[in-house]
């Protein structure tokens, strides 16, 4: 494991499709690339989504038989292809 791995939570490789609402850029629909006990990746790409760091935003799977519920999460890391997203309840 790289030493500068600060993460809390093991993460598991997990392609979902999730919508992600933010207040001020909207509403978009991505793919996850891994989710753990603690959050998920987003693969964002060319998208303009372009949050700031510490930004809320809400998430909710699609595609399953019954609507998922909605979860309240932060933007917490940014790489060249996505965002890190933690869980709000995990943050406080």
Do not use: C, W, Y
Request: aromatic share 6%.
């Amino acid at each position: 494991m790289d030493s500068g791995d600060r993460r809390e939570h093991s993460r598991t490789a997990m392609n979902a499709v999730v919508k992600v609402s933010h207040e001020a850029q909207g509403e978009f629909v991505f793919s996850t690339r891994d989710v753990s006990d603690g959050g998920v990746f987003i693969v964002v790409e060319d998208a303009p989504f372009t949050p700031a760091l510490g930004d809320e935003v809400s998430v909710q799977v699609q595609g399953l038989p019954v609507p998922a519920p909605i979860l309240k999460m932060l933007v917490v890391r940014e790489t060249n292809d996505g965002f890190g997203l933690q869980f709000k309840e995990s943050a406080e």
